[in-house]
């Protein structure tokens, strides 16, 4: 064992290496059985994936290839059915080598096999030629492995002319280091490093490769790819609308999966925008319903600053302010936590006046209470600064807040206040694709009272309604549909106020278009476009005694909960057809068509509908003959260049020219 362990030192840099850095075949891996004749050591083989046992298994239990049966294809196979274990545990090298013994005892009395003859390629060549050298100086044949009780074969030997007895030729060569292994696993020497080197060709050659297709393992699929003859899949979280959802995606044949760690989905759609691995986004392949940074509309403070930066950059840019200044349609507004804005606001307060004082980034009416009088004003400044203080301790932030001017003339329906509710859908961003649904109106349980200290007396959301006592009894009739409104208002409004008939479909749906064109336009060079990202947004809109429309809020993720009959006729249309238009124009991004005409488009009207954003200029030529017109290159190259720093270069080539938009309403104009 000696000198079996000490060429198994020189040979190391052969062995291959495990992931943790140990040997694959060290010493504790030798399988030595002591023959009457000598030591038999054997190495595992290199192609083994699991075990020290399957280096010779195949070759002395099956010596050919027809004999091995159908469930011994795989080395797994194998283990299991002999060993009984398919990782073999940590043993030390006295308990190895007594399993080794004993098992290959077992192989050779159950079968009964004949060892096979290991030497291959060249020296099974040159053995042969060897022996049949002596057979024909001596006219002898040579002498045959004789099989012991033990099963153990006896070192091939041959006899000369001479009665002598020599060992066959691979063994002449006694200083040759590497060492292989005849049919009865004895040492063999050979004749020199090149006969090793080729032997052990040979042999890798007749084993079994790791990578060979008998041996291939399945290849468990990433988290993120998409198979195309996948079926569609798809995800709903939270308890907003999820039937809502759901039903017509099972339509289309998609099917539901209940995993929000599978990214392999084809749609996803969630509440919160925290719930969508973005990083793991498949562009092109997914599709998720909110844009990464939507919080530049749906934020109460980047609405703010998105519209006030928007009416700058037009000022500075073109040399006059938008068609429709933000201060016409928000009511006054500031920054409460912002010195600038704070000092501002406290110059134009007067003692008495209604402001209303709101969270930058919460819905449903949370945190939201009315500043009714100097006292409350100077009470919640040093309650904000207290609080800004013990936060700075443990390095959270504090959530932001703006005050607004309250609207104290607000038309009323029937003596109550109310709101309206309508939707705008951005379907798609590469292109673009916005779409305008007119929505329902919302009223308050309660007349309304300007010095009332109910809350559900200003507020109009369903979330705060429901907290009236009262609620259960007035709930069908806290949602209006439109038409209703327009019925109201054609009756009850119109002769008093002196204004068109169906006022509401046409001077207010103008109104309220514009101001959603506005505010889309405020941001639509900054929200991050991908094929595949959609939104749907709720916004509020709020008219005055003197028809004056005001945009209250934008909301993310907006309420679809239907708890009564004008709701149950508005909300389940607006999801399934902002599923169908979002899926049709995700189809058509894909296949590099026209968005426009869409097929599903049914309730919806469009409000813009343009170009590929990020558009590549066309590239000027490197040269220009100067017996040539360069007037067509000078107006090439005064073309600025608008890409943005990190646009996607995978992205399909679409048309850049703006779809012309159809479908509007006929007395409609937009102006984008």
Known sequence: MGSSSSKLKASSREIPMTSDGSSDATEDNLIAVN??????????????????????????????????????????????????????????????????????TMYLGERKVKPPDRSRGKQRGKDAAAEKKNEGASGSEPVKPEITDSGKATPNKTETSTG?????????????????????LNPVKSDSAKDAKDTKEDSAKERPSKKSSSHTRSTKLPSCSLPVNMQPTFYVGGGNGVSLVEA?????????????????????????????????????????NHIPNGNLLTNKLGLLNSLQEYERVTMSTKGRPPRLRFTDFV???????????????????????LWICKPTGMNQGKGIFIIRSREELDKLIEEREQRREQLAKSSKPMMTRIVQKYITNPLLLDER???????????????????????????????????????STHLTNQ????????????????????????????????????????????????????????????????????????????LDFMVDTDLKVYLIEINVNPALHTNCEALKEVIPGV??????????????????????????????????????PYNMPSRPSRSVSPSKDTSTQEKRSSIPNTAAPGAPRSLHRFSTTSTPVVSAPPNLVLKP
């Open 35 to 104: 023959s009457r004749n000598g030591d038999v050591t054997s190495l595992m083989s290199e192609n083994s994936d699991d075990t020290m046992f399957v280096s010779f298994a195949n070759d002395l239990i099956f010596p050919n290839d027809s004999e091995v049966p159908d469930k011994f294809e795989t080395t797994k196979a194998f283990m299991k059915e002999y060993v009984g274990y398919t990782k073999p545990p940590r043993l030390s090298s006295e308990e190895k080598r007594a399993r080794a013994e004993e098992r290959r």
């Open 164 to 184: 002598k007895t020599e060992k066959p030729a691979q063994e002449k060569t006694a200083d040759s280091k590497t060492t292989k292994h005849d049919s009865g």
């Open 248 to 288: 017509p995606l099972l339509g289309l044949g998609w099917k539901r999966t209940n995993d929000k760690y599978d990214e392999r989905f084809r749609l996803k759609w969630v509440e919160c925008k925290t719930r969508i691995n973005y990083g793991a986004f498949k562009e092109g392949e997914q599709l998720v």
């Open 331 to 353: 009511p006054e507004t500031y920054r409460f936590d912002e010195k600038h804005d704070r000092e501002a606001f406290m110059e134009c307060y007067k003692d008495n006046e």
């Open 417 to 455: 206040k109310f709101d309206i509710r309508a939707y705008m859908l951005i379907a798609s961003t590469t292109p673009y694709l916005v779409l305008y649904h007119k929505g329902y109106v919302r009223l308050c349980c309660n007349k309304y009272k300007e010095d009332s200290k109910e809350l």
């Open 463 to 538: 979330f705060v309604q429901k907290k009236d006592p009262n609620y259960k009894d007035v709930k069908e009739d806290t949602a209006w549909s439109m038409d209703k409104f327009n019925q109201y208002i054609n009756e009850n409004v119109a002769p008093h106020k002196e204004i068109e008939q169906d006022w509401v479909y046409n001077t207010l749906t103008k109104q309220m278009q514009k101001i959603m064109i506005h505010c889309f336009n405020s941001v639509k060079h900054k929200l991050q476009s991908r094929v595949g990202f959609f939104d749907l947004f709720g």
């Open 575 to 612: 999801v399934e057809e902002t599923l169908y238009v979002t899926i049709e124009c995700f189809e058509k991004t894909r296949k590099n068509q026209q968005l426009l005409p869409l097929n599903s488009m049914r309730n919806f009207s469009i409000l813009y509908c343009g170009s590929r």
